[in-house]
């Protein structure tokens, strides 16, 4: 079974730090990678997404990933945090073959401090 | 920009009763899926609809859960004797197409205390 592997459980960071989030997939075939963001309180959104292609993904609000496949891996990235950036952020994955579930990581609570 | 709304978006209820969380996807989507996410923990899948039956369920989609689209556009989980380990954060999430390239989108959640 896929499972995905997010390392950090909660990260603080001062402002204008950079960030990588780490994240690991356990499937042996060709997948799709996805990173969520879920702000205090709000519902889950798509920050970026990796299908095919180019293995460095840009997202929303200055964020990027690369996926690299020997490693089994989709890091996030930003260079410089911002405050508003506090939020619990999930890598997930799902199997490129029909309709498969999408398989969520346990997620990392960022906290970005003044 | 549309979006799926979810009702109620908490519910406190006791233990043995049944509930029913409900969902509106986007209109044009085909998907539909629930998954819920215990306090600290990951998000879980739950289940995965698509005309009109269900495509695929996890090990937690046990006999107390039946998800159903009543009427085109509803799409709702239904708990029938609720136990307290299913308090939880439920999201709803549909897609628009057939394979994994679409998006899913989330609604904001229901969050269900069984006391």
């Known amino acids: 079974a896929q499972s995905v592997s997010q390392h950090n459980h909660h990260v603080i960071l001062s402002e204008a730090a950079s960030l990588e989030l780490g994240c690991n997939y356990s499937?042996?075939?060709?997948?799709?990678l996805f990173w969520y963001v879920q702000y205090p309180g709000q519902h889950l959104q798509l920050l970026l997404k990796?299908?095919?292609?180019?293995?460095l993904v840009k997202g929303i609000k200055g964020f990027e990933a690369e996926f690299i496949k020997s490693k089994f891996s989709f890091n996030l990235r930003k260079p410089s945090v911002q405050w508003s950036d506090t939020a619990e952020y999930f890598c997930?994955?799902?199997?490129?073959?029909?309709?498969?579930?999408?398989?969520f990581g346990k997620g990392t609570r960022l906290s970005v401090i003044a | 920009e549309p979006e799926v709304t979810q009702t109620p978006s908490h519910q406190v209820t006791q233990m043995g009763q049944e509930v029913i969380l409900r969902c509106v996807p986007i209109?044009?989507?085909?998907?539909f899926y629930w998954y819920r996410q215990i306090l600290g923990q990951k998000v879980e899948f739950l289940v995965s609809?698509?005309?009109?039956?269900?495509?695929?369920k996890s090990e937690i989609f046990d006999d107390q859960f039946s998800v159903e689209r009543p009427d085109g556009s509803n799409f709702t989980l239904k708990i029938r004797s609720t136990k307290l380990e299913d308090s939880a954060m439920y999201f709803c999430?549909?897609?628009?197409?057939?394979?994994?390239?679409?998006?899913?989108?989330f609604g904001e959640g229901s969050r269900l205390t069984v006391l």
């Open positions: 999430a549909s897609r628009i197409g057939q394979g994994s390239t679409g998006e899913l989108f």
């Open positions: 499937y042996g075939g060709t997948v799709n």
């Open positions: 209109s044009n989507h085909l998907y």
């Open positions: 990796y299908f095919s292609g180019d293995p």
């Open positions: 609809f698509y005309n009109n039956e269900i495509s695929e």
């Open positions: 997930a994955v799902t199997r490129n073959s029909g309709n498969t579930p999408l398989v």
